[in-house]
Each structure stands twice: as structure tokens, then as C-alpha cells.
């Protein structure tokens, strides 16, 4: 008896360990990446995306785990694992045009484009492209990963970065808060 199931993928993609957040320091070509994953590989590439005001997608290969903290703390969210993310060095692998936050992505199952303003990628491969956002809270910034449209998607990944200083605003408590 042949039985053949369509429609239905299965994904091994993990949200809480295939994704983290990279500070980009620019001219270098040096990031420091936080994820809650302390088992990626020298050599393992990822995909960066930066959607604030001038999209950018672009690559990285992880070059180093680091045994600290490579970013003064600013990365260090316990929101997906109990014990803090892990920190890597990465290179990125073509000149970024500003520093700053980017998402990392891990072996995302699909790529990620860029139309206009708006950044989207299968991550997952189940036929529903993920989107970014990032926006401010009044003492940092929330970056997002959603399956379909922000807030009628489904909320996939969370991230802040405390900022240390007032910032102006740019979501709602109930925006910045909802993918958890």
C-alpha cells in the first residue's frame, strides 16, 4: 500500500536557535553575534538582514565562539534561553554601508529578498515567507520575526536591546511585546 501525503512539510527550522542579533561594526567587517545556540560551527554561514530605514540583506560566516560577551551586555537577552545567548565573532562577507543591529539568520530555508522598504524569506520552508520588523520602545528597540504580516502573521522570534538612554518611540506596548 503506497499512501502519499501532499501539502504538508515538515521544517527542522528552530526560531529560537537559527536566529540572533548581530552588531555590525561597519568598515571592519567584524560582527558580534548573540544566539541561543552555543553549537554553531567555524565556517557555518548565516544570512543578515537589517530592515530599518535602508533595507539590507547580505552574509556572514561565524568565525569564533567567544567566551564573553562581545557587546558591553547590550545583546545580552535571557528572552530565549534561561542561560543568556551564546556569543560568536562573525565576518561579514561583503562591506556593510553602516554599522548597527542586524537580524542573523542560520541556514534559513529559503532567500531572503528585499522589495522596496520590506524584507521577506521562507526561514522555515512551509510555503509562508517570513517577514522583519524592528521598531523602538521608549528605552530600546524590539526586532521581530513574523510568519506572514506583522500582526496578522503569527509572531515567530523576539529580540530587545536595551539602549541605556531615551529613544522616541516607534511602536506600542502591544507591538513591540506581541511575539514572544
Sequence with gaps: ???VLSGCRQSNFQYDQQIGVA???????????????????PGSKLTLVAAGEEPMVGTATAAE????DCDNSHLSSTEL??????FYRIRTDEQWKNGGYAFAIL????????????IEGDLDGDGTKESFRECASAEGVHYQVWSGEPFSGRPRWHWYI????????????KEYFGPK
Design 107 to 118: 541556514q534559513p530555508s529559503g532567500p531572503v529578498t528585499i522589495s522596496g522598504k520590506k
Design 23 to 41: 552588531n555590525i561594526q561597519g568598515e571592519k567587517n567584524e560582527a558580534c553575534l548573540a544566539i541561543a545556540n552555543p553549537s554553531i560551527k
Design 65 to 68: 565562539l567567544l567566551p564573553k
Design 1 to 3: 500500500m503506497l499512501i
Design 162 to 173: 536595551y539602549a541605556g538612554y531615551d529613544l522616541e518611540p516607534t511602536c506600542t506596548e
Design 81 to 86: 534561553s534561561n542561560s543568556g545567548p551564546t
